[in-house]
C-alpha cells in the first residue's frame, strides 16, 4: 500500500471519531466532547495534510485528478474553513454540523479507484492547481452557507414551539444569517474566480472558453443560485428563512455539480 492511502486510513478513522465526539456533544450538551471532537480534528488535519503532500510526491502532480483525490481535497478545505470560523467565532456546536458533512466526503471518496495514474495532456498544467483549488475553496464555504443555514431553521423551529432548551448551544439567528451570508459571499466570490480560470484553461487546451460542458452548465447554474441569493439579500431584503432554504439549495446544486455530473453526465469531466 502506498504510504499516502495508509495515511489517508488513518485520516478516516480519526475523522470519524471526532464525528462522533461532535454528535455526542450536540445530544449530551457536555462541554469536554466538543473540546476532544476539536482537538482530534486538528490531529486529523495534519494527517490528512500529510496524506495530500505524500501523494503529491508520490504521483509526481499535484494530487487533485479523479474523484479520489478531488474529494479528498474537498473533504480537506472544509476542514481549513471550519478551522478559521472555530478559531475566529468560537463556535463549538458547529463542528457538529461540519464534520459529519466532511466524513461524509471522504466516506464517498474512499470507495473510488485510489490508483496513482498519470494526467491526460490537457490536465498537465498549472491551471489544474488553480481552477481546481479556487472551485473546491468556494464549495468548502458553501458547506459552512449550508450548516448554518441548517442550524437557522433548526433554531427558529425551537424558538417558534418554545423548545428553546432543546438547543442552547445555537448560536441566535441574527449570528447564523450574518455568517451564513459571510460564507456565501466568500463562497460566491472563488466559485466566479473558479469558473474564470476554467474557462482560461480550457481555451488553452481545447481552443475554447465555453462549450456548455455538462460541468460547465451546472456550475453556472450553481453560480446563478447563489448570485440570486445575493442579489436578494441585497435588493429585496431576504433575509432568516428564505435565505437559509436558499443556502440548502445551493448547496444541492453544488453536490450535484461536483460529484452528479461526473458520474451520471458524460462530458470531459465525467469519470464514468
Given amino acids: 500500500m502506498l504510504l499516502n492511502l495508509i495515511f489517508f486510513n488513518l485520516t478516516f478513522i480519526l475523522y470519524s471519531i471526532s464525528t462522533i465526539s461532535y454528535i455526542i456533544f450536540l445530544c449530551c450538551k457536555k462541554e469536554r466532547w466538543s473540546s476532544y471532537g476539536y482537538r482530534i480534528t486538528i490531529l486529523s488535519f495534519a494527517i490528512h495534510t500529510l496524506s495530500i503532500v505524500i501523494r503529491g510526491f508520490e504521483s509526481n502532480r499535484l494530487p487533485m485528478a479523479g474523484l479520489f483525490e478531488s474529494m479528498s481535497f474537498f473533504a480537506w478545505m472544509v476542514v481549513v474553513i471550519f478551522c478559521f470560523i472555530e478559531y475566529r467565532y468560537k463556535l463549538k456546536i458547529l463542528g457538529s454540523f461540519v464534520l459529519p458533512v466532511a466524513f461524509l466526503i471522504l466516506l464517498c471518496g474512499y470507495f473510488f479507484p485510489k490508483e496513482i495514474t498519470p494526467l491526460v495532456p490537457a490536465l498537465q498544467s498549472y491551471w489544474l492547481g488553480i481552477h481546481v483549488s479556487l472551485s473546491l475553496f468556494s464549495y468548502g464555504a458553501f458547506v459552512c452557507a449550508f450548516d448554518f443555514g441548517l442550524m437557522y431553521l433548526i433554531q427558529d423551529k425551537a424558538l417558534r414551539l418554545k423548545k428553546q432548551n432543546a438547543y442552547l448551544r445555537l448560536p441566535s439567528l441574527e449570528i447564523l444569517d450574518n455568517l451564513s451570508y459571510k460564507s456565501t459571499s466568500i463562497g460566491f466570490l472563488f466559485l466566479t474566480l473558479g469558473i474564470i480560470t476554467g474557462a482560461i484553461w480550457a ?21 446563478f443560485i447563489y448570485a440570486a441569493y445575493l442579489h436578494a439579500r441585497f435588493l429585496k431584503g431576504w433575509r ?30 465525467s469519470y464514468k
Fill in 203 to 223: 481555451n488553452s487546451a481545447w481552443g475554447s472558453y465555453w462549450s456548455w460542458d455538462p460541468k460547465e452548465t451546472w456550475a453556472l447554474i450553481t453560480w
Fill in 240 to 269: 432568516g428563512k428564505k435565505a437559509a432554504y436558499l443556502a440548502i439549495i445551493g448547496f444541492g446544486c453544488v453536490i450535484f455539480t461536483f460529484l452528479g455530473v461526473n458520474l451520471l453526465l458524460p462530458g470531459l469531466h
